[in-house]
């Protein structure tokens, strides 16, 4: 604990005061495979040429998503923001930056006859906007370097120093905000006394004229409660500014995007042959809810209300505590407490079991030791849209929580920083 108040490993104390508490974190780095790592690095990549990709074809955002905005207002609104930045023409800010983090969990091996022979990543989810936590997970992994390099030599569960690997995601995330600005072109003459933004003209604040605008918020209903914030909004994504992301980034990160890229045939659209098999061995099951369903949608419905311990109910939301499980699971999908309509705004995940290992967690000063459950991220930038695309791998995340916590959020609660020894 000491280590973390010294070092950065903080985040401030939710009693509406300005005091600060170590980060919730794990007092050792937790085994993970080094293929499936490696595996997860080099996906990375043709990750974000996929959101690039789909992002720029917005026509295929709305066929997706325009039937979950019927039945989920946020989506909706969302969606009427890329209408307009549609009608931009010439006008837009053609440059976009994207901070991604892909988001996996470790798929346990269920026999060689099975559909998972071996151990393998699947993707839980593809975070295209406010992709958080990189610093905190640069500082754990420092945190976690320092203690093997002072004690490995007493404790063998710790492992070797030489089966961390770096994590440089602060100041890579940094480095892509960066190279942002020095593409920015204004495209006009910059009038300091507009302060509005919109129409393709520049967006200033005070006086100052921004080139990069980064949205740590914005992911959820919560954030934009009244039209004033959703015309902030719409006069930053309107702007000259570069967004991060911009509108057609946010959405091509949805749930129900990802699900439908679950489908044979749509990665195909998007990438080549080869590239999108080796997406698709990532992709866990996930099925779409719209009516009238589809056959395989109807039979996993089936299943889950059979078997509610296997599955997972997801609305179009970042964040943390918005999935629905087991019993309001089970009582969604039977229309007990949702319509039909209201249903088809979500998607249906089965769950990745995987095998469980014992660590000891720290939060508010206390360690509790107990068998956990990981979930790893990686985290790749993505610039284009004015030469060649940067794009770089720029780190890692893993979180940790206790079996049978069903949500992974660190700052909501469920989960605490950890980092990986390869082994």
């Not at 710790?158 to 920015?184: C, D, H, R, W």
């Not at 204004?186 to 604040?205: I, N, Y």
């Not at 996993?300 to 209300?305: G, Q, Y």
Request: net charge neutral; with cysteine; glycine share 8%.
């Amino acid at each position: 604990m000491d280590y973390a108040m010294c070092n950065g490993l903080v985040m401030r104390q939710n009693t509406g005061s300005s005091s600060f508490i170590h980060a919730p974190c794990t007092l050792i780095p937790a085994p993970l495979p080094k293929q499936a790592f490696e595996g997860a690095l080099n996906a990375s990549s043709l990750f974000s040429k996929l959101i690039d990709k789909i992002a720029r074809h917005p026509t295929y955002l709305e066929t997706i998503l325009t039937e979950v905005g019927e039945n989920d207002a946020y989506t909706k609104k969302l969606l009427e923001i890329l209408a307009l930045d549609r009608k931009m023409g010439e006008k837009k800010q053609n440059v976009t930056l994207g901070l991604f983090r892909s988001d996996y969990m470790l798929q346990e091996a269920e026999g060689k006859d099975s559909k998972f022979p071996v151990s393998r990543f699947l993707q839980v989810e593809n975070n295209t906007i406010a992709a958080s936590f990189g610093c905190l997970s640069t500082r754990v992994a420092e945190m976690h370097r320092f203690l093997v390099d002072r004690f490995s030599s007493q404790s063998k569960p710790i492992g070797s120093i030489t089966s961390l690997p770096p994590n440089n995601a602060a100041k890579n995330l940094a480095e892509a905000m960066f190279q942002a600005v020095k593409a920015y072109k204004t495209g006009e003459k910059v009038d300091t006394k507009d302060t509005a933004g919109g129409s393709g003209k520049p967006l200033m604040v005070g006086g100052l004229h921004i080139a990069l605008v980064y949205f740590r918020a914005g992911y959820t209903p919560r954030d934009l409660p009244s039209e004033v914030e959703w015309d902030g909004y719409k006069r930053i994504e309107l702007s000259r500014a570069i967004k991060c992301p911009c509108i057609s980034y946010h959405l091509a990160g949805t749930k129900k995007i990802q699900q439908n890229l679950c489908i044979p045939g749509e990665v195909e659209k998007f990438l080549p042959l080869e590239d999108a098999k080796s997406l698709r061995m990532f992709f866990a099951d996930q099925y779409g809810l719209q009516m009238p369903l589809e056959t395989d949608s109807a039979a996993a419905i089936d299943d889950a209300i059979e078997h509610p311990e296997k599955y997972v109910l997801k609305p179009q939301r970042e964040g943390g505590g918005n999935n629905l499980w087991l019993d309001d699971m089970k009582q969604a999908l039977e229309l007990k407490t949702m319509t039909a309509d209201q249903r088809s705004a979500y998607i249906l995940m089965r769950r990745i079991v995987q095998k469980p290992f014992v660590t000891a967690l720290m939060r508010n000063g206390k360690v509790q030791v107990g068998e956990c459950e990981k979930e790893v991220g990686i985290y790749a930038s993505f610039l284009a849209g004015y030469t060649e695309p940067y794009q770089k791998v720029i780190g890692h995340l893993m979180r940790t929580k206790l079996v049978g916590v069903n949500e992974g959020g660190v700052a909501s609660g469920y989960a605490v920083l950890d980092s990986p020894t390869l082994v």
